[in-house]
């Protein structure tokens, strides 16, 4: 399988140990442990009544006022809760003689402190609580202890018991004593406003250094090279053969490929779209059950029908552009009047007529440069813009009629340089081509279709109509670990993608391409 590499290992692996640890914590910090009942002291005030003429402090003794604090007296404030991840039900606890669950002391011996009243605080809506925490035996208080009966909590419940005590009793005197099936009794400790934030705890600590490692892993397998390795080489000959429009792109993969791909070898031999596509047709035929061949024909469009053996991928959206010799002064041309010199209709520039000409157009023959019959750009062009087909050849050299009785000077070419190379040395000689070749030649220039030009970033929104899909054909699915997948894979996936776009075409893989893409 393609994706076994050592690269993918390590990423699996990697990925795996970091969600294991994870999982791992969260068993060890709630589930492992079971039945978790906790307390902590949330407040531990000394009660001062200096200056004050009634002690100042009110105390709450059963839920009754009772009087003034007297000094030394003590607030403590207890939160008891369930931070396990089990229910604790009333059959969890073992209760002690007097029929109490929980036993709270403050101190012991000749540090031991009384408890002078108490009243528990429950959150609202949670009724049941409440009504644990009034049912006999009650809670109650006997000399320095606070008894507490059995309170049914579910994970993240909680309830709060505000003591009075006699006198100053530390945190750490503060205890909890009981049992619970199962489970356990601890302390947590409660962060105040004076306390520093909180360090990590073991397990934190632990889940973080594990996932730190990962990601650093990972990051790089990722970074090791400057540029992302190929979705998968493989090694042999290939031929990539069709569209001559979409040759320069495919050349310029073929050569990052073999660089990346030690041992592969891959040919770019264009002839047009429709001629690659019968070629590779009739190379499988040729194979007669056989190996499939080592060929991808590219086609500007959908190639010819008749084939059921071939399969169509899309690569990219291509933009097309009509051109012209730089003596003819035309910088946008409606699509009627591109129609009418192909209908012949008009023999001579400075007889064009229609909005957005300048007044000045040269006196020089309208020629026509087209593209052969094998022609995927043509045939694009015949179905997007002229919404016809091309009049019949009439010349060989594009510039003379041999067919006295044609009404407009046109030849046909072999190959999308040829049209270019042609336009730019005949004056008034108008032609089209693929985007990013015709950019870059010297003696001619894009004509924009009913002022509106080809841009790249404008695709999807614009009504620029002289666009079409780049298909790729292969005879049959080509097998997973071979040259011919691994390729089509890079080119229409992998790092070929950059030169696709850097050539002015849109990816059929990116989210924009696979929207204009799947609309055809």
């Known amino acids: 399988m393609e994706w076994i590499t050592a690269e993918n290992v390590i990423a699996v692996v990697t990925a795996l140990v970091g969600v294991l640890v994870s999982v791992a914590a969260v068993w060890i910090g709630r589930i492992k442990p079971g039945k978790r009942l906790g307390y902590r002291v949330q407040l531990n005030t000394l009660l001062h009544t200096e200056g004050t003429q009634d002690g100042g402090v009110m105390t709450v003794r059963d839920g009754e006022v009772l009087g003034s604090a007297s000094d030394g007296a003590t607030l403590v404030l207890l939160r008891v809760e369930n931070d396990g991840g089990v229910d604790i039900?009333?059959?969890?606890?073992?209760l002690d003689t007097s029929g109490h669950a929980l036993r709270f002391t403050f101190g012991e011996g000749s540090s031991a402190v009384d408890v002078l009243g108490v009243v528990a605080t429950v959150p609202r809506g949670w009724d049941s609580l409440r009504d644990?925490?009034?049912?006999?035996?009650?809670?109650?208080?006997?000399?320095?202890?606070?008894?507490?009966p059995r309170v049914a909590l579910a994970p993240g419940q909680y309830f709060k018991l505000l003591v009075q005590l006699a006198g100053p009793a530390t945190d750490a005197a503060i205890?909890?004593?009981?049992?619970?099936?199962?489970?356990?009794?601890?302390r947590n400790r409660s962060t105040t406003p004076d306390d520093e934030s909180g360090r990590f705890s073991p397990v934190a600590r632990t889940v973080t250094?594990?996932?730190?490692?990962?990601?650093?892993?990972l990051a790089a397998i990722i970074v090791r090279e400057q540029t992302p390795p190929p979705i998968g080489c493989a090694r042999g000959s290939l031929t990539v053969t069709g569209s001559t429009a979409f040759a320069p792109v495919v050349r310029e993969?073929?050569?990052?490929?073999?660089?990346?791909?030690a041992g592969a070898t891959v040919t770019v031999d264009a002839d047009g779209s429709t001629a690659g596509v019968r070629a590779l047709a009739a190379a499988g035929a040729a194979a007669d059950?056989?190996?499939?061949?080592?060929?991808?024909?590219?086609?500007?469009?959908?190639?010819?029908?008749?084939y059921p053996r071939l399969r169509e991928h899309m690569v990219a959206v291509s933009l097309f552009t009509v051109v012209a010799h730089d003596a003819v002064p035309v910088e946008s041309l409606t699509l009627e009047q591109i129609r009418s010199l192909y209908r012949g209709d008009v023999a001579r520039w400075n007889r064009l007529e229609g909005p957005g000409l300048p007044a000045d157009l040269p006196d020089l023959p309208v020629l026509l440069v087209s593209r052969d019959a094998n022609s995927g750009t043509r045939e694009v062009f015949q179905r997007r813009v002229l919404g016809r087909n091309e009049p019949a050849n009439s010349s060989r050299d594009c510039s003379t009629v041999d067919d006295k009785e044609a009404k407009v000077v046109r030849c046909e070419l072999d190959s999308t340089d040829q049209v270019l190379a042609t336009v730019a040395r005949l004056p008034g000689a108008l032609g089209y081509a693929e985007l990013g070749a015709g950019s870059t030649t010297e003696g001619l220039h894009g004509i924009a279709l009913d002022g509106r030009g080809p841009v790249l970033d404008e695709l999807g929104s614009s009504p620029y109509p002289y666009r079409e899909i780049e298909y790729a054909?292969?005879?049959?699915?080509?097998?997973?670990?071979?040259?011919?997948?691994?390729?089509l894979a890079y080119l229409a996936r992998g790092r070929g993608q950059d030169v696709v776009r850097a050539r002015g075409h849109l990816p059929c893989a990116t989210p924009k391409g696979l929207r204009i893409c799947g609309e055809g």
């Open 175 to 186: 205890e909890a004593h009981g049992t619970i099936t199962d489970g356990r009794i601890l």
């Open 209 to 217: 250094v594990v996932l730190t490692a990962c990601v650093v892993a």
């Open 289 to 306: 059950g056989k190996d499939a061949p080592a060929v991808i024909a590219l086609s500007d469009g959908h190639g010819p029908a008749g």
């Open 253 to 261: 993969v073929a050569k990052a490929y073999e660089k990346d791909c």
């Open 132 to 148: 644990d925490l009034k049912h006999e035996p009650k809670l109650r208080r006997a000399g320095n202890a606070l008894l507490v």
């Open 89 to 94: 039900t009333h059959g969890d606890y073992a």
């Open 473 to 487: 054909y292969t005879w049959g699915d080509p097998p997973t670990d071979s040259l011919t997948a691994s390729f």
